[in-house]
């Protein structure tokens, strides 16, 4: 008897399934506690990787069991502590998945769900699923080789850039454009996804003004800018107009050589007089020197929001930081 047509489908979905969470299972069960806390700079732990997982994975069989009508059974805790744990869980939830889809038939298999503004159909989930596993199998791969590498081949800390901190003209867009799309092609400090234009830089320059709530700096050095730093509108409501949203960049070279620092202290000390009551802060995480900078003028996490941003291929959190008026002294 031939198979049902929707069969090849399934079968392909499972096969890839299986094949990317065997190899994802292999790589976490050796894995230490110790091992869970390894990263490099800018990226998570280990362990906040196999976390994420296993998060992920609850809530797919959790979509799976509503899409199918069935009963997803006891699902574990998502917070593994070493590898043995994430193995354990992981296997525990795509076995339940597996029992879901067993026996599916073709209307169901295919059926499409909206949750959110996602859509989703039991094959699309399972799909899901196996790419997930393959890129942070990939990315616990790349912590472990860079976790590995010994500390004397780190380069040197930069020193100290000497910069001129000054307000910005029109003749810097150029540059401040430069350095803004390196962040937006390179990295997810900016959830941006299209490089931006000269004619849309022009346009958001125009919202600035030497004085007032909405300002713009930038930094100088050996007749170029490197960085800039900026107080705009948080939100367009008019209750809101108190309140500001701070940005700062620095071009890639320039980065960790006090250049962020001598801008924003350039920038707050210039708002102290303003009719500002609060500044805020959106930064994508993991970011440890930008979310070391903000809290030394003052800035507060005041929340996370969790995968917010989707980009490379992954979501991204966001951490926001509150610096109230008591705090508009130059705390840096």
Request: include cysteine.
């Amino acid at each position: 008897m031939a198979a049902a047509p929707h069969q090849a489908d399934l079968t392909r979905a499972i096969d890839d399934l299986r094949r990317t969470r065997a190899a994802l299972l292999a790589l976490l069960r050796p894995l230490t506690a110790e091992d869970f806390a390894r990263t490099r700079p800018g990226a998570w732990t280990i362990g906040r990787v196999a976390r994420h997982l296993a998060e992920s994975d609850v809530l797919y069989a959790r979509l799976l069991a509503h899409q199918t009508g069935n009963d997803p059974g006891a699902l574990p805790d998502p917070t593994p502590r070493d590898g043995a744990e994430a193995a354990a869980m992981l296997e525990a939830t795509s076995t339940a998945m597996l029992g879901m889809i067993e026996g599916i038939d073709a209307e169901t298999l295919y059926r499409i769900v909206k949750v959110g503004r996602e859509e989703y159909s039991p094959l699309s989930v399972l799909e899901n699923v196996a790419m997930h596993d393959a890129e942070h199998l990939a990315q616990i791969r790349d912590l472990l080789d860079a976790t590995a590498r010994p500390a004397v081949v780190r380069s040197p800390a930069a020193p100290p850039l000497a910069a001129r901190i000054r307000p910005a003209t029109e003749a810097d867009l150029a540059a401040i454009n430069d350095i803004y799309n390196h962040y937006i092609r390179e990295t997810a400090i900016t959830f941006d996804i299209e490089p931006w234009t000269i004619e849309e830089r022009r346009a958001w320059f125009a919202k600035f003004a030497p004085t007032g709530r909405h300002q713009l700096f930038v930094a100088e050095a050996s007749a170029a800018v490197v960085g800039f730093a900026c107080a705009g509108q948080f939100r367009t409501k008019a209750a809101y107009d108190t309140t500001v949203e701070t940005t700062i960049y620095c071009a890639p070279d320039a980065a960790g050589r006090g250049i962020g620092r001598a801008l924003y202290a350039r920038l707050f000390e210039s708002l102290r007089d303003q009719d500002v009551h609060a500044c805020v802060a959106g930064i994508t995480l993991p970011n440890e020197p930008s979310c070391a900078l903000h809290e030394s003028f003052g800035f507060r996490r005041i929340g996370v929001l969790r995968e917010v941003g989707f980009k490379f291929g992954r979501y991204w959190d966001v951490a926001w930081y509150e610096r109230p008026a008591s705090d508009q002294a130059h705390r840096g």
